[in-house]
């Protein structure tokens, strides 16, 4: 594939390079693949000028569509995912934010009808400034179009089923255990292989988040007791504003709790 800069990524449905300008540059793979990567890549461009600019997104800058690429603004931090594994201190302040922010991001979504269908950690992009961008809409679905993108199973409900429409519930799910993974700094059920986690979820079984900071939101969103981002991001609001109130604890900070 023609290079356009350095490599930063890749996925199913192309490469992301940064160039010297200082953007990032999303092409669809070629091969047997490169019709079906090329409608993806399309859609994201579809949603991305849907969406307009926001800030829980980053900027598109340009759309090719006779070369299928996507030239958007460079986030610096890479990866959520990332930066939590190279930040465990993160306080918890800044956890509650950058939860209220993926839920911005992901009603910023709904309200344009677009379910993304891979909500998690990987999928939100860390700032300069450490504010959250939700990204990555290639496999998402628009208006109720055919998604090709699917959870991972520590974020897909457990009657998720990938031949059905996408569902609102399907991102409110996996919003869910985004939460749950800042709050705690790991995925959940991190130490069960995926079979197990399936039969637990299908058991209705989650992990415990009673003693949990927004444990009764990562809870609703599990158990379907939260119907939209909009309610998670207003509880949150309320999680912020209490933590903020409360003293400071005498205890040496662990992992960012």
């Not at 409110?172 to 790991?186: E, K, M, N, R, W």
Request: glycine share 8%.
């Amino acid at each position: 594939m023609e290079g356009k800069g350095d490599l930063i990524g890749w996925g199913t449905t192309g490469i992301v390079q940064r160039t010297s300008t200082g953007v990032v540059i999303k092409t669809p793979w070629k091969g047997e693949r490169a019709d079906e990567c090329r409608k993806d890549m399309a859609t994201e461009a579809r949603i991305y000028q849907r969406l307009g600019h926001h800030s829980r997104l980053a900027r598109m800058i340009d759309w090719d569509p006779e070369q299928c690429t996507l030239t958007l603004e460079d986030i610096p931090n890479g990866s959520l995912r990332d930066y939590l594994v190279n930040h465990e201190s993160t306080s918890l302040s800044q956890r509650l934010v950058w939860a209220m922010q993926a839920a911005e991001g992901v009603q910023l979504l709904h309200s344009a009808n677009v379910i993304h269908c891979d909500v998690g950690p990987r999928n939100f992009l860390v700032g300069a400034d450490l504010s959250l961008r939700i990204a990555d809409f290639s496999g998402s679905s628009l208006q109720g179009s055919q998604a090709s993108a699917c959870p991972g199973t520590r974020f897909a409900r457990p009657d998720f089923d990938w031949r059905s429409p996408p569902k609102v519930e399907d991102d409110l799910f996996s919003l869910g255990s985004t939460i749950y993974t800042l709050i705690t700094g790991q995925a959940p059920f991190r130490e069960l292989d995926s079979d197990e986690v399936e039969t637990r979820y299908a058991a209705r079984s989650f992990p415990d988040v009673s003693d949990r900071p927004c444990g009764h939101v990562i809870e609703g969103c599990w158990t379907g007791n939260i119907s939209s981002a909009q309610e998670v991001l207003d509880l949150l609001a309320v999680e912020l504003v209490t933590a903020k109130e409360k003293p400071p604890s005498p205890h040496k900070n662990t992992g960012g709790e």
